[in-house]
């Protein structure tokens, strides 16, 4: 049913050329005096324009085709010399530029760095790569784009203007023949601009996400190799490279259009004034003003016309993009600003002093943010799949000491990739430090260490330095020594010792992969049975010096005496799940009872030394049930006792 009234007006889809005109209305309105000395050094330049076609014409119809030579020349001479003051102009010109020019750049800097400081004050310190990338290229880019754009439109302007006055002193009839196609082909292009600067943004866009991803990929070959989504990343690169593909088409088109647009003004002009030049010289036009016509045509006005779109077709269209990007409203953070930094803004300007705030009590102040969050998480292999995980919601504190322990396929190296950002979730959010995931911020919160360690050909130092390549060789061989490297480091001889992946055991590369995220001592380590080849006493070394780190550590445990060592323990049962303290677990949880009775006692633990070989399987001793198990049966319980735990209902969240 339409509602009574006059319909309200649509509003005008707001566009980057709408954007970029808004900011530069002002910006031009306070440099108008710029704009008019700019202006009168051109007018040398438009009586230059002015003079070269009137000059030919006179020397014609009066020297010349008169039998007067003489004044011929001199209409001659007076055509050349008007090229003088135009060298002249050029100087002038050129000097007046900078006025427009340079405050564009610093107020384009001025720009990007408040924005940056902005964002590293309202978002917990992030501040991306743009604000370096507009600070150093692209306001470079804008301020060539400007002064070209700026010369340009300046020398159509002055040189137009000469010739249509030119036009006008030989003969009014001209322009009836030489307006029309320059009119119809600027408004053709004009027309192609606003679609023109959208595909070269769309294409940017495409260009910048195509690199972004490709930028990952190289910083998570790994993690890709680990979690088996090969298929899954090549078709994300694939649709990747067919959106850039499908831009750069519908570039080209317009880009079509455009060269349409370019003859329409500089081709057809000079040729309709041919085909009407009969008729023209019928009605009294002489010779002279003919070739003087053809002369602004062929070497004033087309020439002008073809730079000027040239330069708003490629050089401007960028200029546009480039501005838009700069006018773009920063993105608010997701919370209030912690109330530290409310507490240090600077009073204002004029000396009064801020609304008085009653201050929170201590307990009241906001606490760190955690570093990493599951909320309502599940997550499943398929559309029509059992959840591995169902509605898990999660809270990591920053410098937390959890364990994840449960029976084969809980679910547990499949929390362990979901909180790492490796695989997204089917439902619910997971968020670092109060952020939702995302792949550019992968490298600085978290590592993921899964159970096949990652070891390359190169020097021990490389290894170790691999998330960390500025890393010094004191902390290198700080890390050596808190891991546990030292008989490593010794049998190699150096850190600049060769390291073939082949010729060390699992456990020594796991011992690697461990120095590397000791080094790079992320704000969130995950060790997804990343210590399952190390014998007891050196798991047990390996994981207290990761938790001693300032960062956050996850341990997907396959020994009993990992999960004691963890402040919390989370214990997996598929979707059914239970979290607190080792006592708090074996008097809540059948399945962590059971788990601990299944699992290697410490006496037995501590009875192994140095690396668990290859080929050796573990033997754990059921003390509770009375049952011998081997091999990953010893880690992870028996799956039969179980089912009373999986009929239980499901807890409330951890």
Excluded at 513 to 527: D, E, M, Q, S, V
Aim: net charge positive.
């Amino acid at each position: 049913m339409k509602a009574n009234g006059p319909t309200a007006p649509r509003p005008r889809r707001d566009t980057a050329l709408r954007r970029v005109g808004r900011e530069a209305r002002p910006f031009l309105r306070a440099r108008t005096g710029a704009v008019l000395r700019l202006a009168g050094w051109s007018l040398l330049e438009f009586a230059q324009t002015f003079l070269s076609g009137y000059g030919v014409a006179r020397a014609l119809d009066d020297g010349f085709l008169a039998s007067r030579p003489a004044t011929g020349l001199c209409w001659l001479a007076v055509a050349a010399v008007a090229v003088l003051p135009s060298v002249l102009a050029a100087r002038g010109v050129f000097g007046r530029l900078a006025d427009l020019v340079e405050p564009l750049r610093d107020g384009l800097v001025r720009r990007a760095v408040s924005r940056a400081l902005g964002g590293a004050l309202g978002r917990s310190g992030d501040v991306s790569t743009r604000s370096l990338s507009q600070v150093t290229h692209q306001s470079e880019i804008a301020r060539d784009g400007w002064a070209g754009l700026v010369l340009t439109l300046r020398s159509f302007a002055f040189t137009a203007a000469g010739a249509v006055t030119g036009l006008l002193a030989l003969a009014p009839a001209l322009l009836l023949i030489v307006l029309p196609p320059l009119a119809v082909g600027a408004a053709l292009f004009l027309a192609t601009l606003p679609p023109m600067a959208a595909r070269q943004r769309a294409y940017l866009a495409a260009d910048e996400a195509y690199a972004a991803h490709a930028g990952e990929l190289a910083a998570s070959v790994r993690d890709i190799a680990a979690a088996g989504t090969a298929g899954r990343t090549v078709a994300e690169s694939g649709a990747l490279a067919e959106a850039q593909l499908a831009a750069s088409r519908s570039l080209a088109r317009w880009s079509a259009v455009r060269v349409l647009a370019l003859a329409v003004c500089g081709r057809f002009p000079p040729l309709l004034l041919l085909l009407a030049a009969p008729w023209l010289l019928r009605n009294g036009l002489t010779a002279g003003a003919l070739v003087g016509a053809l002369t602004y045509l062929t070497q004033a006005l087309a020439p002008a016309v073809q730079a000027l779109m040239t330069m708003l077709g490629t050089a401007g269209g960028r200029l546009v993009v480039v501005l838009d990007r700069f006018t773009d409203a920063p993105p608010p953070p997701e919370d209030d600003p912690p109330q530290a930094v409310r507490d240090s803004a600077p009073p204002p300007a004029d000396g009064t002093a801020h609304p008085a705030v009653p201050a929170p009590a201590p307990s009241a102040r906001r606490a760190p943010a955690p570093v990493a969050e599951l909320h309502e998480v599940t997550f499943a292999y398929g559309p029509r799949a059992q959840p591995v995980l169902d509605r898990l919601s999660l809270t990591i504190a920053p410098g937390e000491h959890l364990a994840v322990v449960g029976p084969s396929g809980s679910g547990k190296s499949t929390l362990a990739a979901v909180l790492a950002g490796v695989e997204p979730p089917t439902g619910g959010a997971v968020r670092w430090r109060g952020r939702p995931v995302r792949a550019a911020d992968a490298t600085s919160v978290r590592v993921l260490l899964p159970q096949h360690a990652y070891v390359f050909s190169g020097s021990l130092r490389d290894n170790l330095r691999y998330l960390s390549p500025d890393a010094r060789d004191r902390e290198i061989a700080d890390a050596a020594e808190a891991i546990g490297l030292e008989p490593l480091l010794s049998r190699l001889g150096s850190l600049d010792a060769d390291v073939v992946p082949d010729r060390l055991s699992q456990g020594e590369r796991q011992l690697v992969a461990l120095g590397r995220a000791y080094l790079a001592a992320p704000p969130l380590l995950i060790l997804d049975e990343a210590t399952s080849r190390l014998d007891p006493a050196a798991e047990t070394r390996a994981e207290l010096a990761c938790a001693a780190l300032p960062g956050a550590l996850v341990v997907v445990a396959h020994r009993l005496s990992s999960a004691r060592r963890a402040g919390r323990t989370l214990v997996m049962d598929g979707p059914r799940t239970r979290c607190g303290t080792p006592a708090q677990l074996l008097r809540s949880s059948a399945l962590y009872r059971d788990l601990a009775g299944l699992w290697e006692p410490e006496d037995a633990d501590a009875r192994g030394g140095g690396l668990v070989p290859d080929a050796q399987d573990a033997v754990a001793v059921a003390g509770r049930l009375g049952t011998v198990v081997t091999g990953q049966d010893a880690s992870i319980g028996s799956g039969d006792e179980e089912r009373g735990v999986r009929s239980s209902p499901p807890p409330s969240p951890v």
